[in-house]
């Protein structure tokens, strides 16, 4: 594919439900970034894998909210019994080499999965 | 830790007006400095970065900024914007790992 995609791209949960948010990195990117962007807000932080391994999760904001990328490549953020408060657009970047987000080595956004918990 | 402030929460402007976006930023460490556009319903889209070298940085689209160290300043300007601007900028900071940090957005609004 040309960019990163994102599924679904709208997603409606009551409270209490899991979801699952997928993000297709561009082929052969090495890193792959999650954020979560509340409405009228800037991108925040959640998690970075380098291939398969996730070496920050720092941002994640509670442990009801997880993230995989089993073979390096497609990833997937678990949100388990959602909150109101988990509504916000939830946006993958990948990047082609490790680590750096300086040095040109520029992120590539999806189009983001806008969660609504009601 | 890194983090930045867009001064301007929206900016109305007028079809061919120059134009100027606010971002200042704080930092202990050297950063390096992101611009990025957000289309409705579009993931971000890199605008122009600074990370080294000329203080004045070109971007697509007609757009430059101006690394400002003195005054921790990166502002984006374009001198002439047109209608297909309209979208919401992103400024954003990073010490070079994976700590982007981003400003809360200025709305740019081109009116004809």
């Known amino acids: 594919g040309a960019g990163v995609s994102q599924s679904p791209r709208y997603k409606v949960a009551k409270r209490g439900q899991d979801v699952a948010l997928r993000c297709d990195p561009i082929?052969?990117?090495?890193?792959l970034f999650w954020y979560q962007q509340a409405l009228g807000q800037g991108p925040e932080f959640l998690t970075y894998?380098?291939?398969?391994?996730?070496?920050?999760k720092s941002g994640l904001p509670s442990d009801r909210f997880f993230a995989e990328r089993p073979e390096g490549s497609v990833s997937t953020l678990k949100i388990q019994r959602t909150q109101q408060e988990d509504s916000a657009v939830y946006l993958c970047a990948s990047s082609l080499l490790q680590g750096t987000s300086g040095r040109g080595n520029e992120q590539f956004f999806g189009p983001g999965t806008r969660l609504t918990v009601l | 830790a890194q983090s930045v402030t867009q001064l301007d929460s929206q900016v109305p402007v007028f079809e061919e007006a120059p134009v100027e976006l606010r971002c200042n930023y704080s930092s202990s460490v050297s950063v390096y400095l992101f611009w990025y556009v957000q289309y409705p319903n579009q993931g971000l889209q890199l605008l122009l970065k600074?990370?080294?070298?000329?203080?004045l940085v070109k971007g697509i689209n007609g757009f430059e900024a101006e690394f400002n160290k003195s005054q921790t300043s990166f502002h984006l300007r374009k001198p002439s914007v047109h209608i297909s601007d309209t979208a919401e900028y992103f400024c954003?900071?990073?010490?070079?790992?994976?700590?982007?940090?981003f400003g809360a957005g200025t709305r740019l609004t081109v009116k004809p």
């Open positions: 600074y990370l080294s070298g000329s203080t």
């Open positions: 894998f380098q291939n398969e391994a996730q070496l920050d």
């Open positions: 954003a900071v990073s010490s070079g790992r994976n700590d982007m940090r």
């Open positions: 082929s052969g990117h090495v890193s």
